[in-house]
């Protein structure tokens, strides 16, 4: 027996299956031509994150738009960082922005042929593998303790030399059998690392589908592939899952990109073909002059519950990312302003190597258009729903009577050129406030500038042509009857060339009757606003002004 192999039965004794056994188990997947399998690969840390949803939303289009498979895989190595309840959360999280997998960890389970899909279950997997490395020589069992590791840097401190596991650092590489069997006599934990004969003098070629071609230096370090329980380290679980999951692409963000060498040495000592990579850059914003990428604890918007609470919807978020993630989104949105926001041909091609700008201004522009293309009904449930959980007062006026509620969304929805009155869901309640008649206050005052005589005559005699039958063109009459029996101009030109000719406009009689009836100087149109009021509610409003002037 070779040292090779009595070292391989000494760490693995109990894995008897082989790279083939699991080639067999996770046969290539029978795919269309140019379908993409890939995956969101979480750690169940509790926190969903825009950096997620990036990350999903590409996958998630590149599978989906060519009848591939995309996966959930849960990265819960760390046992540590793991928050209970956290797959729920993101799988919840995801589901809200039409991230569906087709495959993977389900809130009930694994669902898949694949599997497991969470890490920890897959001991035996990775173990198979190492035992692998090991028979070729390329992975060997280091004893170091923390202090030892510690010292190490400490002298590569001093030398001013590269820091790290390699070289005539790795104390452990060379080892003889003997040496290493003393140890697991002693029952010495210890983990197993890789043989890198890769050297930072050389660079390898490499094109990522997003940053284009890239140089990069070889690795040289002896990284860690099983840690001192048993469970692998990222890079490691990445190969061997990547590859028996068999995913075409892995969408991930580039803070993977210097580790890239080394998973391309996994990839070929273990004989697998490596996947395409698409590194995506980060989510930057301005701070000040300067660009910064958004951060876990300075930015709350980087959550994604922070939409949520804030009241965007997630269409808007997601219109939103596209608008971020594919420079040509805009203008398609443009060309076709009623088309389902899916049928928008996503491509890897048009994103950003840089990464992407957040800006929230931004994103309330975009919602604001999102907002106004949606039916009165839909805008209900919406709010409804957002005021369920945040605002129980608005819950309760909005769903008093639906169809009142329905009837005020409705104002100038639909139509060419639909009103762009909300962003979020909290803007609804300043808008529509005044429909309700215990929320009803007039808060803003008529200008100075305007005689109460004038307003006086312009309520009554408006209060007494009233009627609710009227159509808008015969109501607007009205108001212009009523706007030349007080001298104010009807001809808003006229108006403007030479104001002082007259006591103010038809805008400004109009402008009377809204602050009587809406309490404010500005609201939706007033002509649907009364239809929506009744007539009692805008006689009962223009007679309590009335007793005010
Ligand atoms: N668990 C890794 C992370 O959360 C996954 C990266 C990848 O997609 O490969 O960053």
């Known amino acids: 027996m070779t040292d090779k192999i009595a070292l391989a039965e000494l760490l693995f004794p109990n894995v008897t299956l082989t790279p083939a056994d699991m080639e067999a188990r996770f046969p290539v997947r029978e795919l269309p031509e140019g379908a993409v399998v890939s995956r969101m690969a979480p750690s169940p840390t509790g926190f969903v994150h825009l950096g997620n949803l990036v990350q999903g939303l590409t996958s998630e289009r590149m599978c989906h738009q060519s009848s591939g498979t995309l996966f959930l895989r849960v990265e819960d190595t760390d046992a540590k960082r793991e928050v209970p309840g956290a797959v729920q959360t993101l799988i919840e999280g995801l589901r809200h922005y039409n991230i569906n997998f087709d495959e993977g960890a389900t809130i009930d389970g694994d669902m898949g042929d694949y599997g497991p899909y969470r890490q920890r279950r897959r001991v035996e997997i990775y173990h198979v593998y190492a ?153 930057m914003k301005m701070d000040g002059e300067s660009k910064r990428k958004l951060s876990k604890r300075k930015d709350p918007e980087l959550a994604l519950t922070y939409y949520h609470a804030a009241g965007f919807p997630v269409a808007s978020v997601y219109e939103y990312l596209m608008t971020v993630l594919n420079s040509n989104f805009e203008d398609w949105r443009r060309a076709n302003p009623d088309a389902p926001v899916d049928s928008f041909k996503f491509s890897y091609k048009k994103m950003n190597p840089a990464g992407s700008l957040f800006d929230e201004m931004k994103l309330r ?34 769903t008093a009577d639906p169809a009142y509620s329905k009837a005020i969304l409705s104002i100038g929805r639909g139509g060419k050129k639909p009103r762009k009155d909300f962003a979020v869901w909290t803007d609804v309640k300043p808008y529509l406030d005044f429909f309700f008649d215990d929320w009803f206050k007039v808060v803003d005052e008529y200008p100075a500038q305007f005689e109460r005589s004038d307003i006086r005559l312009a309520l009554e005699r408006f209060k007494e042509s009233f009627d609710i039958a009227d159509d808008s063109t015969v109501w607007f009459d009205k108001i212009k009857a009523i706007t030349e029996s007080l001298g104010f101009a009807t001809d808003m030109k006229a108006y403007r060339e030479d104001p002082a000719a007259f006591g103010g406009s038809v805008a400004d009689v109009s402008m009377f009757l809204r602050v009587a009836v809406t309490g404010k100087l500005n609201s939706p149109d007033m002509y649907a606003a009364m239809q929506v009021l009744g007539k009692d509610r805008v006689i009962a409003r223009i007679d309590a002004m009335l007793k005010t002037l």
């Open 365 to 398: 522009d975009v919602s604001k258009n999102v907002i106004s293309r949606m039916s009165a009904d839909e805008v209900f449930d919406q709010v409804v729903s957002f005021a369920e959980e945040y605002d129980k007062e608005l819950y309760g006026h909005l």
């Open 131 to 283: 035992k692998q490395l090991v028979l070729q020589g390329e992975a060997y069992p280091c004893f170091c303790t923390e202090e030892e590791l510690a010292d190490i840097h400490a002298r590569q401190e001093a030398e001013k030399a590269n820091y790290g596991y390699f070289g005539k650092w790795a104390v452990w590489r060379d080892r003889s059998l003997e040496e290493i069997k003393e140890q697991l006599d002693k029952g010495t934990p210890y983990v197993l690392r890789f043989r890198s004969t890769g050297s930072i003098e050389n660079k390898i070629k490499f094109t990522d589908l997003i940053k284009g071609n890239l140089e990069l230096t070889e690795n040289d370090i002896d990284h860690v592939l099983l840690k001192s329980d048993g469970i692998p380290t990222y890079h490691f679980a990445h190969a061997v899952d990547d590859h028996l999951m068999r995913t075409t692409h892995v969408v991930r963000g580039d803070e993977w990109l210097p580790t890239l060498p080394f998973h391309l040495q996994l990839f070929r000592s273990l004989g697998f073909k490596p996947p395409k990579y698409l590194h995506i850059g980060p989510l």
